[in-house]
């Protein structure tokens, strides 16, 4: 529950091991013993706030998935997903509870957002309708043309890395859903569902994490074993202070 009001996750896995160059679906690669699914899971399901959470997955990986929800509360269960990240958290949306008014949308690919994050994005959640977390973007950007031509530069201070936690009223983003099914859009967020359907509405950015990647490519999974090591590192150093 959030400020009374049932709350729902949904975590995308549907995805496959393309761009990794991996028969082994992204989500259930292992890093330091750990699937990334695991990682992400472990996070999640430390949120009390979650009155359910409802993972996305392939048909074809419903034997892993089951295997690995052995080992985490009743309240996650699965449903099948479709071709798209968009398209499969629609599915997601669609195998809610009734009771459900808020709903929060993750990546299973992204197991480094930080559980201050998701509460960070749950927190603005009581005071908006849609809720996304972002980082600045480090680099400039140029936007070009079909023949990769520059056509403009825009201006940094207002250009931001769009990940997810993401979090929303759950029937308004369930009816933008139902409208873009049937629409020729095409887009790469949920919160993208307001640029086109309700504009009126404000999306509330909060500042997200660098460390928050999305598992995509092999140098990702470079990122992700390095990173795992200076957690644990941190970690030894801290308890051994505590001595």
Known sequence: MLDGKYLSAIITAAG??????????????????????????????KIENFDEIILVIRKEDEEIVEKILENYPNKISYVFGSTTRELSTFEGLKALNKKCQLVLTHDGVRPFASLALFKKVLEMLKHYKAVISATKSKDTIKIVDENMLVDFTPNRDYVYNIQTPQAFDKNLLFSM??????????ITDDSQLFEFFKR???????????????????????????YIKSLENEEFYENRNRL
């Open 16 to 45: 496959s091991g393309n761009r990794m160059n991996s028969q082994i679906n992204k989500p259930y690669l292992t890093i330091e013993n750990k699937k990334i699914i695991e990682l992400t899971l472990d996070k999640v399901s």
């Open 177 to 186: 859903y139902e409208k873009y099914v049937e629409s020729e859009f095409k």
């Open 200 to 226: 009126d509405i404000p999306v509330k950015v909060v500042d997200g994490e660098y460390s928050n990647i999305k598992i995509t490519t092999k140098e990702d999974i470079l990122f992700a074993k390095a």
